[in-house]
C-alpha cells in the first residue's frame, strides 16, 4: 500500500529547502545585493542573452564552479566531461525554472532532484571539499593497469584475460574499456549511495517522523530505486567481465561499447513490444557511433595536450601558438560531443527505466 500523503508545515519544507542547498554554500557567496551573484538576473532563463563574453555557462553557480574546476589541474578529458555534466544540468535547471513559474513544482520534488543531482556533479569531480572522492579516469591502456583498477577481483580477472591469448590488441582495448567502464559504475553508486545518506541524516535531524513519511515518500524512494538499479548492473557487469575474460568475445557481440551494452541488456527485460525493441536497438548502434567519434576526439585532446606542453617547454612562439589553437579546436568540439552524448545517454536510460518501471 502506497504511503498516505500528509501535508507538511511550511517551516519544515523551508528548513528542508536550506538542508538541500547547504552543498552549494561550498561555492563562494557574494555580497548581498540585487545585482548578487545568485541574482534572479543571473540565473533566470530570460536573461541568458547577457551572458558576459568569456563565461562558459549562463548560471554563474556554475560559472563559479567551473573556475574552481580548472584550479584543480584535472586532465583536459576529465575537464570536459565536468563541462558535459554541469551543461546537462544547467539545462534541466533553466527548464524547471520554466515549469516553476507555471506553478507545475508546488511540492518541489523536481527541486530537491536538481540539487541532488548537482551534489553527485560535485562529490564525482572533487568539488565537495572532500578528500579522495575524485575517480582517477583514463582510456588509455597502459602496463600499471593494477594501480588503475584497484579491486583484487579485477587484477585476477585483466590478468587472467591478457594471459589466456584468446584477445587480440584491439579487444583488449575494448575488454579495458568494459573494466574501466564496472569501476566508474561503482565509483558512481558509491556517489550516489554517500549523497542519499547525507540527505537522510539531515532530513532525520530538522524535520519531525509524521513529515518524514512524507518527504521520504516523495523525495527519497525514487533514489533508494535508482540505487537499487545500479547494483543490479553491477552485479550483472560483473558476471559479464566474469565470463568475457574467461571466454573470449564471440563472434555474435550485439554492441562493443560498454554503456550501449548495459541499456541493450536492459531494454531486453524491459516492457518493449518487439518492434519497439527493434527499433530501440537501432537507436543504440547511432548512440555507438556517436560514443565512438567522441571517444576519437577525447585520445586526439590527450595527443594534442602533450604536445602543447613539450611545445611550451621549447619556448617556440609561434609552434606555441599552432599547437594552442589545435587544442582549442579539440578542447571545443570534446566538450560539444561529450554534450551530444550524455544529452542521448540520459534520454535512453530514461526509456528504458519506464518502460522498467510499467512492467512492474
Known amino acids: 500500500m502506497a504511503p498516505r500523503k500528509e501535508s507538511v508545515s511550511t517551516l519544515p519544507r523551508l528548513q528542508l529547502l ?19 551573484k545568485y541574482s534572479r538576473e543571473k540565473n533566470e532563463p530570460e536573461m541568458a542573452a547577457k551572458r558576459e563574453s568569456g563565461e562558459e555557462f549562463r548560471m554563474e553557480k556554475l560559472n563559479q564552479l567551473w573556475e574552481k574546476a580548472k584550479r584543480l589541474h584535472l586532465s583536459p578529458v576529465r575537464l570536459a566531461e565536468l563541462h558535459s555534466d554541469l551543461k546537462i ?3 534541466d535547471e533553466l527548464n524547471w525554472k520554466k515549469l516553476k513559474v507555471e506553478g507545475l513544482d508546488e511540492d518541489g520534488e523536481k527541486e530537491a532532484k536538481l540539487v541532488h543531482n548537482l551534489n553527485v556533479i560535485l562529490a ?27 579491486d583484487p577481483r579485477l587484477e585476477k580477472l585483466w590478468h587472467k584475460a591478457k594471459t589466456s591469448g584468446k584477445f587480440s590488441s584491439e579487444e583488449l582495448d575494448k575488454l579495458w574499456r568494459e573494466f574501466l567502464h564496472y569501476k566508474e559504475k561503482i565509483h558512481e553508486y558509491n556517489v550516489l549511495l554517500d549523497t542519499l545518506s547525507r540527505a537522510e541524516e539531515g532530513y532525520e535531524n530538522l524535520l519531525s517522523p509524521s513529515d518524514m513519511t512524507h518527504i521520504k515518500s516523495d523525495t527519497l524512494t525514487s533514489k533508494h530505486s535508482e540505487l537499487k538499479d545500479r547494483l543490479r548492473s553491477i552485479n550483472q557487469g560483473l558476471d559479464r567481465l566474469r565470463k568475457v575474460s574467461h571466454q573470449g568475445y564471440g563472434s555474435t557481440t550485439e554492441f562493443e561499447e560498454p ?10 527485460s524491459a516492457n518493449f513490444t518487439e518492434k519497439e525493441l527493434e527499433s530501440f536497438r537501432e537507436e543504440l548502434k547511432h548512440f555507438e557511433a556517436k560514443i565512438e567519434k567522441h571517444n576519437h576526439y577525447q585520445k586526439q ?18 609552434h606555441i601558438s599552432r599547437n594552442k589553437e589545435k587544442y582549442v579546436l579539440l578542447e571545443e568540439k570534446t566538450k560539444e560531443l561529450g554534450y551530444k552524448v550524455k544529452k542521448h545517454l540520459q534520454d535512453l536510460s530514461s526509456r528504458v527505466s519506464r518502460a522498467r518501471h510499467n512492467e512492474l
Do not use: C, F
Open 301 to 318: 585532446l590527450e595527443i594534442s595536450h602533450q604536445k602543447l606542453k613539450h611545445v611550451e617547454s621549447i619556448g617556440d612562439p609561434e
Open 259 to 268: 554503456r550501449v551494452i548495459d541499456l541493450w541488456d536492459l531494454a531486453q
Open 124 to 150: 564525482r569531480y572533487g568539488l565537495d571539499g572532500r578528500k579522495n572522492t575524485q575517480m582517477v579516469h583514463s582510456n588509455a591502456l597502459n602496463e600499471d593497469t593494477q594501480d588503475e583498477l584497484g
Open 18 to 36: 536550506v538542508l538541500l542547498l547547504l552543498p552549494l554554500l561550498l561555492v563562494p557567496q557574494p555580497i548581498a545585493g540585487h545585482s548578487g
Open 89 to 91: 544540468q544547467e539545462r
